[in-house]
Antibody
Framework: QVQLQESGPGLVKPSETLSLTCIVS????????WSWIRQPPGKGLEWIGS???????NYNPSLESRVTLSVDTSKNQLSLKLKSVTAADTAMYYC?????????????WGRGTLVTVSS | DIQMTQSPSSVSASIGDRVTITCRTS??????LAWYQQKPGKAPNLLIY???SLQSGVPSRFSGSGSGTHFTLTISSLQPEDFATYFC?????????FGGGTKVEIK
């Protein structure tokens, strides 16, 4: 069964770049859309953006100037980079599988990785 | 962006109670709405899609209804494992957006 696992540094300094990866295991990354979603502690969910296996992307306009999503199909791996981070970027970051057959839902999620922005 | 407003923000209920959560959108989205359940320390889990379709494996006590700008999630008989936070999400257009969440607590 397909599983997603996020990883990355738990602590990032202000103004630096946050870099996360998501490994997709038990299934192929091909022919699917994949998203990154974040959740500040005790708050709601924010969609960051999505990527297809050919590298085409859709970004949330609120983050578009700072975020880059990429995909490595040979490694079944997704990546997120968010530059110029501030304390407001402190959040749990999730990767998720998009289901476009019935809207644009997220039918499978990773466990998430907590990123704290602090000096 | 489509704004999502959930109400109430929290609800206290007892085992066996019927619980209804409302989600309103800032513009019509037909039936393009999903509901998720999130337990503490866990990722969200898809419950309902296209407003009323039950995701595989989700108990039948969960149901969704609505269209346009007004949607509801109903738990017909609350069980101990249902105490969690519930989020709605519009799946109609980008950027995808979520409601603020409704925490279902034990009374």
């Amino acid at each position: 069964q397909v599983q997603l696992q996020e990883s990355g540094p738990g602590l990032v300094k202000p103004s630096e770049t946050l870099s996360l990866t998501c490994i997709v295991s038990g299934g192929s990354i091909i022919s699917r859309y994949w998203s990154w979603i974040r959740q500040p502690p005790g708050k709601g969910l924010e969609w960051i953006g999505s990527i297809y296996d050919d590298g085409s992307t859709n970004y949330n306009p609120s983050l578009e100037s700072r975020v880059t999503l990429s995909v490595d199909t040979s490694k079944n791996q997704l990546s997120l980079k968010l530059k110029s981070v501030t304390a407001a970027d402190t959040a749990m970051y999730y990767c998720a599988r998009d289901d476009l057959e019935s809207g644009w839902n997220f039918d499978l999620w990773g466990r998430g990785t907590l990123v704290t922005v602090s000096s | 962006d489509i704004q999502m407003t959930q109400s109430p923000s929290s609800v206290s209920a007892s085992i066996g109670d019927r619980v209804t959560i409302t989600c309103r959108t800032s513009q019509g989205i037909s039936s393009w709405l999903a509901w998720y359940q999130q337990k503490p320390g866990k990722a969200p889990n898809l419950l309902i899609y296209t407003a009323s379709s039950l995701q595989s494996g989700v108990p039948s006590r969960f149901s969704g209804s609505g269209s346009g700008t007004h949607f509801t999630l109903t738990i017909s008989s609350l069980q101990p494992e249902d105490f969690a936070t519930y989020f709605c999400q519009q799946t109609n257009s980008l950027p995808l957006t979520f409601g603020g969440g409704t925490k279902v607590e034990i009374k």
